[in-house]
């Protein structure tokens, strides 16, 4: 399957960090926007940028355009401007232990967002503490990524670049990644690897009872595996030299 997208022009991110403490976080964050076809970086009190220190040295290529080009602004700003989803490390909690709830992963949120038409700000809270309840009683929604329960805070790039990733089918206009992953051999050809298992099963003797249940199990197996050309000539080939051992082992003592 294709992992190739068009951009979608119905939906429009920004990625907005609310008091980054280091210059590093706001750079791996930049370069995981740029990984992932986000452009717009809104920062609320960050610290200074250096463009000779940490943030631009973790920013990778996003140096060029999404880390010179982030604003500043303020949370209220952002709130009143776009469709608002925070980010939060929930474990545990139900409606009477958090200030919101429920929350989506962030697979339900690209999944939320798929018909509907907006500018949606992803917000991120700081390194150590994240949004307080007072900001995220503020947004619109609340995204947490399932982890395990005995440590489940991930840090902020790693929260940044797995959400952004789930998000790409409406960011991403083309990957790395080829159009068509595989072709399928034609059925001709997989055919062909039937007729040699059967002859296969002649050949070592296989209990007549159990031949056509097997035979079907090895077509499931093969259908479900789309082999390529090749792959299905290589299979076709271990089938019939095999095959032809089991009748003639005596033509094989010095392979």
């Not at 909690?93 to 690209?110: C, G, M, Q, V, W």
Request: charged share 30%.
């Amino acid at each position: 399957m294709s992992d190739t997208h068009d951009t979608d022009s119905d939906h429009e991110f920004v990625v907005v960090v609310v008091e980054p403490e280091t210059p590093g976080n706001v750079g791996t964050i930049a370069r995981a926007m740029k990984n992932f076809g986000i452009y717009d970086l809104r920062l609320v009190n960050p610290p200074p940028l250096d463009p000779d220190g940490e943030a631009y040295g973790f920013a990778g290529h996003a140096r060029e355009d999404v880390l010179p080009n982030a604003t500043e602004t303020t949370l209220e700003e952002v709130v009143e401007e776009f469709h608002t989803v925070g980010t939060t490390a929930i474990s545990h909690e139900d409606s009477t232990r958090h200030i919101r709830y429920p929350f989506k992963t962030p697979a339900e949120l690209a999944d939320s967002l798929e018909t509907v038409k907006t500018k949606t700000a992803l917000v991120f809270g700081r390194e150590g503490t994240g949004l307080d309840n007072e900001e995220i009683a503020m947004l619109d929604e609340v995204c947490c990524i399932p982890a395990d329960g005995r440590y489940p805070v991930l840090n902020l790039g790693q929260a940044a670049t797995i959400l952004m990733y789930e998000l790409r089918r409406f960011t991403v206009e083309e990957t790395q990644l080829p159009d068509v992953e595989r072709e399928r051999a034609s059925e001709a050809e997989i055919d062909v690897i039937y007729e040699f298992f059967d002859d296969l099963l002649d050949a070592i003797d296989y209990r007549e009872h159990k031949r056509e249940k097997t035979s079907r199990m090895m077509r499931r197996l093969v259908g479900r595996a789309h082999p390529t050309e090749r792959e299905a000539a290589t299979l076709t080939g271990v089938l019939r030299r095999a095959a032809e051992r089991a009748r003639h082992p005596e033509r094989f003592t010095d392979d």
